[in-house]
């Protein structure tokens, strides 16, 4: 079984840039997430989707960063304009229905400068 | 809200050394636990996890993990390890339909 597929693995742009990034959960998974880790921080939730709706976005700061996965499978999610402290680890796991164990993808490793 | 705390955020130890993790979390009620763990140049992946049942939980490679509901307690053990062991340990609960993290733990394990 494939496991969960991020691109790109590392990015570097300058403040103020745009920047996105896509995840490919496991086939069959109903519920994705994304998550912002900080060097030294466990992963913090941005944002939930059951299939292609929304289920928590209530830490997603909305004025600049977005997400979408309009088909309930794919994902992107984007920051316009990033800031330094952007720089994280956005990790994007999903999770089959009827189970809690989320499966995580390697991480989009962005650094603002 | 919930939080989860890890009480170590580095441990170093020496191959064939017992480790104990600690992780606690801030309220109880039903819980859901798990222990993840990274490994270096590695995505996360699950090392074992606690719905009900036996609160003494066995995982991969070794590890194990004890449910204590009076002490709000999931403390990860494992009786001897091994340099690859290396790697960043993270205690989670599930609360409120998602997962809340403790900072995590980076073990060294000295060959």
């Known amino acids: 079984e494939a496991g969960v597929a991020q691109s790109p693995r590392y990015k570097i742009i300058e403040k103020r840039q745009s920047v996105a990034f896509w995840c490919n959960p496991i086939?069959?998974?109903?519920?994705l997430y994304w998550y912002q880790q900080i060097l030294g921080q466990g992963p913090k939730l941005l944002i939930q989707f059951q299939n292609n709706g929304v289920v928590d976005d209530s830490q997603l700061p909305k004025d600049r960063f977005s997400a979408e996965r309009l088909k309930g499978v794919d994902s992107t999610l984007k920051i316009q304009p990033a800031k330094l402290e952007d720089s994280a680890v956005y990790l994007c796991?999903?999770?089959?229905?009827?189970?809690?164990?989320?499966?995580f993808g390697p991480g989009t490793r962005l650094l603002v400068l | 809200a919930q939080s989860v705390s890890q009480h170590n955020h580095h441990v170093i130890l020496s191959e064939a050394a017992s480790l104990e993790l600690g992780c606690n979390y801030s309220?109880?009620?039903?819980?859901?636990l798990f222990w993840y763990v990274q490994y270096p140049g590695q995505h996360l992946q699950l090392l074992l996890k606690?719905?009900?049942?036996d609160p003494l939980v066995k995982g991969i490679k070794g590890f194990e993990a004890e449910f204590i509901k009076s002490k709000f307690s999931f403390n990860l053990r494992k009786p001897s390890v091994q340099w690859s062991d290396t790697a960043e340990y993270f205690c989670a609960v599930y609360s409120n339909y998602q997962l809340i993290w403790g900072a995590g733990t980076k073990l060294i394990i000295k060959p």
């Open positions: 309220y109880g009620g039903t819980v859901n």
């Open positions: 606690y719905f009900s049942g």
């Open positions: 796991a999903s999770r089959p229905g009827g189970q809690e164990t989320q499966y």
């Open positions: 086939s069959g998974h109903a519920t």
